[in-house]
C-alpha cells in the first residue's frame, strides 16, 4: 500500500503520549490522529518546559487515561505546561478535532492543555476546538483545565466539560 499522500492517516492506540517532555522546542506543522490508552497525559507531551506549538492539529483522537491519581494533568495536546527559561511563549493556530478526553479519576483536565503553571506571560492566537468532549474530576476546562498568569484570545470552541460525569458547561 502507497502512503505518501500527505492527507492520509493512519489511526493508532499509544499506552502513553508521543513525547515525554519538550524542553526549550518549538513544534510545528503536524497533523495528529492518535488515541491515548494508559496512564499518559496527552497525545503530543505529558509534559512541556519552555516550548511553542504553531499549527498543530489534532484530526481527531481519544485519551482515556487509566490513572487512579487525582492530583494529575491531562489534557489533548500537552498533560502540563510549565516555563522556567525564557520570555513569553506562543501557542498559535492550533486546531483540536473530534477529541475525547476520559479522566474521571484525574483533576486539571483540559481539551488543549490540563495545567499551566507559569509566571511568564502564555499567549493564545487562533486556538480552534470543535466537538471536544473533556471529563475529569475537578478543575476541568474545554481549553485549560487550570492555569494561572495568562493572555487569551481569539478562542473558539464547541463540545462538552463534564465534571463527574455531571455536565457543568
Partial sequence: ENHSNPDQS?????????????????????????????????????????????????????????SNSSNSYVGGLIGKYYSTFYGDINFGDIEINRLQ?????????????????????????????YDVDVYGSQNVGGLVGSVSSTNVKNINSSGKILLNLNTVS
Fill in 10 to 66: 493512519i489511526r493508532c492506540t499509544l499506552p502513553d503520549a508521543l513525547f515525554n517532555n519538550v524542553i526549550l522546542s518549538k513544534i510545528s506543522n503536524l497533523n495528529l490522529d492518535l488515541d491515548m490508552l494508559g496512564q499518559g497525559n496527552a497525545i503530543l507531551t505529558n509534559a512541556a518546559d519552555s516550548s511553542e506549538l504553531d499549527n498543530v492539529k489534532i484530526i481527531q483522537g481519544k485519551i482515556e487515561n487509566t
Fill in 101 to 129: 478526553i476520559h479522566a474521571s479519576q484525574c483533576s486539571n483536565v483540559g481539551g488543549f492543555i490540563g495545567n499551566i503553571e507559569s509566571s511568564k506571560e502564555v499567549n493564545f492566537s487562533n486556538i480552534t476546538e
